[in-house]
């Protein structure tokens, strides 16, 4: 690994760090979509993402299929890179560091350590700040997500219970993480070193957390999010952005729509990609978001998070 | 007693909120922007006095620019009120855009190439002298774009291995790194400055 020093606690004045965490603030106030090749990334794009998170089987096909889910091939992300002028993501496995540093390696823009591949190490996460690429993970609380931030996260997302199209989780999550802020800003100073043990997170990120009354790095929101209700949900609930995962590109729960050879399926899913993009953006007048909810065609069918038996959930993975 | 400036910030994705809080650090008033009608008021007047175009994707605000007019309105009001582009913003307001090429409103007799120094991995902070006193500058740059070419009325106040990064003409200032992103003040308070000088 390369050399690196921080103090453990989240250096922000740290040029790499004001870098990985600008590159966030660009991604603001937009939609990141999962796409599991070039036309997708292609229609991606043409409908207004900010960026596109490249994967060989989105959140939805990898419950329905099961097996290990790893990083995507090297080959469809360059593929992908090549093909869209807007940042490219990809994710690795959670503390599996070969898989980042392949990714870095790739020239991707925003690495996932994501808990929808299946976990590599079931102790340590990827130590973060060993890398130039800027990371972004899933969090379920405040404590989650300043342990994160520790090791080097540049942005924040909820968990929310990926694959679903059921949001109840990312509200679930979001809420709790809005929740556990406000809760710090009220605090005494002496009241704030009991405040990290109860959240098991480092000290100066809760002392951070509780006099800006924010997380240090962007608030984005992920897991479940499959229309553009949804997206202005999460929007309003203090996301600053959205990942939408399988809600574009899937009809059934496991099946992708064929955007390459049929028009109707390709139109359905330009219909959802646009209609998404536009409530996030204009999340705060429902009059855009009717609108946009009128325009989409079909959606994903979904499957309730409450359902699910414990040992299948995704949002658990991680610590 | 002088009165408040009230900035508007295309808020339709991006660093808004940075530059809202930039303005805000300088005795401004922000009002984000979405909307035509947000931009120009029922009597046909605009409801700024100056507007900041942020950095974000600059083809995820295109998409949104050719809904409802936005686009010819934008146009039109650039043409006229002081206006600075960061990054997207400066790609928005240039008269030719390439790598790729794409549509943007022609009001800046600039050159622009997308993405021109790399990915992600690439972007950089560099410090470095201005035309503007005070010293060296901290420019914070993001996947940021290259101005390959600038018009005769086009100043350059700064630039980076002989290309401009900050370049003025007329009302309208554009910067190809994020001054958002800095502590220094000192180009937003240029930026308010020549809002000032319009109204005078």
Sequence with gaps: MADHTHNGNGNFGSTTLRLKTGLAEMLKGGVIMDV??????????????????????????????????????PKLIKQIIS???????????????????????LGVDFIDESEVLTPADEVYHIDKHAFTTPFVCGARNLGEALRRIAEGAAMIRTKGEPGTGDVVHAVQHMRQIVREIKALTVLGDEELYNAAKVHGAPYE???????????????????????PADAA?????GAESVFVGSGIFMKERATPLDVENNPLEREEAVSRAK???????????????????EAVIGSMKGLAAAAIEEQHLMQTRGW | MTTSLTIGVLALQGAYEAHAQSLRLLGATPKLIRTPEDLIGPDGKSTVDGLIMPGGESTTMLKFLERNNFFEILKSFVTKTPTFGTCAGAILLANEVEHPAQKSLAALDITVERNAYGRQIDSTILKSETTLPGGPLEMVFIRAPRITRTGPKVETLATRDGFPVLIRSGHLLAATFHPELSDDTRIHKLFLDLVRESKS
Excluded: W, Y
Excluded at chain 1, 43 to 72: C, Q, T, Y
Excluded at chain 1, 90 to 100: D, N, Q
């Design chain 1, 36 to 73: 599991m090749n070039v036309e997708q990334a292609r229609i991606a794009e043409e409908a207004g993402a900010i960026s596109v998170m490249a994967l060989e089987r989105v959140p939805a096909m990898i419950r329905a299929e099961g097996g290990v889910a790893r990083m995507a091939n």
């Design chain 1, 83 to 105: 093909a869209v002028s807007i940042p490219v993501m990809a994710k690795a496995r959670i503390g599996h560091f070969a898989e980042a540093q392949v990714l870095q390696t």
């Design chain 1, 205 to 227: 990120l809760i002392r951070m957390v509780a006099k800006a009354g924010k997380l240090p790095v962007p608030n984005f929101s992920a897991g479940g999010i499959a229309t």
């Design chain 1, 233 to 237: 949900l999460m929007m309003q609930l």
């Design chain 1, 275 to 293: 209609a998404i993009v536009i409530a996030t953006t204009h999340f705060n007048d429902p009059k855009i978001v009717a609108d946009a909810c």
